[in-house]
């Protein structure tokens, strides 16, 4: 791997790794204490190696320790959620 780095590119609104010159990332939007996880992108050649669970487990982690509640509106987000009931208490209130 080039990186072990998960990295918050709040410019891209995004959480990036970077693997064999490749970048996985799960895009986000933040409104007030709210972050909306929207898309979680692995390239193809990266796909079944477990990188995305690493960077939705960095970015919710990253969200409780920021006080943000969590939408999971990406499946992958919410079924990561599912699957790992202990972030479960990070999810906001549906209206």
Not at 70 to 80: E, N
Request: charged share 25%; hydrophobic share 40%.
């Amino acid at each position: 791997m080039d990186s072990d780095k998960i990295a918050n590119n709040r410019e891209r609104h995004r959480y990036e790794l970077k693997v064999d010159g490749q970048t996985a990332h799960a895009d986000y939007e933040i409104e007030g204490t709210t972050i909306t996880f929207t898309h979680t992108i692995v390239p193809p050649a990266l796909e079944g190696k477990g990188i995305a669970s690493r960077l939705i487990a960095h970015a919710l982690a990253d969200a409780r320790d920021r006080g943000f509640s969590v939408v999971p509106q990406c499946p992958f987000v919410a079924a990561y959620i599912d699957k790992h009931p202990e972030w479960a208490d990070l999810l906001a209130e549906a209206d």
